[in-house]
């Protein structure tokens, strides 16, 4: 997935009901015309930040209603109130990338003895790599694919040791 800044779907307006929703003013260009999304970027305190979309709802109007894997209640989502909701869009696919491609399979390992999973892909946003983990729980975690997180990559292994930041694989 490739982040595009003038790809603004809209921005989270308020809570949706009780169990996590969110609600997100479209801007124009969606309105009667939504994508299909499996992911989006929230504007976290000028960060850009990968959430996958458990499910979506919309009834015909300005207003999407969108929930988020991993974020059941409104306690865990409610920080999200004002941020603005950007569209990924397709893998990036010229020939300077495939040696991060080919990264697909590896396993990835924190503290050098914790499976945390294996990536299923490699995304690029405007400002950096990013790897879609599968964890051993069947969870999704975007990572940064960054040279300070990477203790050691082993191409003949397929293994990559990462130090991850704190409290980052909780957030997707």
């Known amino acids: 997935m490739a982040y595009k800044s003038e790809i603004l779907l809209g921005k989270i307006i308020k809570l949706s009901g009780y169990e996590g929703a969110v609600a997100v003013k479209l801007e124009k260009i969606f309105i009667e015309n939504i994508p299909r999304m499996e992911s989006v970027f929230l504007e976290i305190e000028g960060k850009l930040v990968p959430f996958f979309i458990s499910r979506s709802e919309y009834n015909g109007a300005d207003i999407l209603k969108l929930w988020f894997d ?6 865990k989502i409610s920080e999200f109130i004002g941020c603005r909701i950007f569209l990924t869009t397709g893998f990036i696919n010229n020939k300077r990338n495939e040696d991060f491609e080919n990264l697909i399979g590896y ?3 924190v503290q050098e003895d ?6 299923s892909e490699v995304m690029t946003n405007s400002e950096q790599w990013l790897i879609n983990v599968k964890s051993v729980t069947k969870k999704n975690i975007l990572i940064p694919f960054h040279e300070h997180f990477i203790i050691s990559l082993d191409k003949r292994k397929k293994v990559i040791i990462m130090n991850i930041p704190d409290g980052l694989t909780e957030i997707n």
């Open 114 to 119: 914790k499976l945390l999973g294996s990536i």
């Open 107 to 109: 396993k990835v390992f």
């Open 70 to 75: 991993g974020y059941n209640s409104n306690n």
